[in-house]
């Protein structure tokens, strides 16, 4: 009997989820229902990933130490000092990556629409 074989392919499993849903940060990537999203030091979007209903309008605000921008892929770029925040309306379900453009390394975020 060797009980470690069975072990194996599970423990594949919990590693090859981890680097999927591993874009860009260690914070977990299951959506929270909010409208309000804290640019939250240090280069950090959190809630990571959120979900809202269609037309909504989501609110970033930036509490960390350093201007960052949202930008929602095929949409503009808006800058957001410290202590200032931008606001943006969904009207159509979908998933919608954003990310901040001075950190886009480190910054990244999602907004699911339904
Ligand atoms: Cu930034």
């Excluded at 770029?77 to 969904?90: A, E, L, N």
Aim: charge should be positive.
């Amino acid at each position: 009997m060797r009980p470690h074989r069975f072990l194996l392919p599970a423990a594949a499993v919990l590693v090859a989820t981890a680097v999927a849903a591993g874009c860009g940060g260690t914070g977990s990537s299951a959506p929270v229902a909010t409208t309000k999203i804290s640019m939250a030091k240090s280069y950090r979007f959190d809630p990571q990933t959120i979900e809202i209903k269609a037309g909504q309008t989501v609110t970033w605000t930036n509490n960390d130490n350093f201007t960052h921008t949202v930008k929602v892929d095929g949409q503009e770029d808006h800058k957001v000092g410290r202590g200032d925040s931008v606001s943006i309306t969904f009207d159509k379900p979908g998933s919608y990556h954003y990310l901040c453009t001075l950190h886009s390394k480190d910054m990244h975020g999602t907004v699911i629409v339904t």
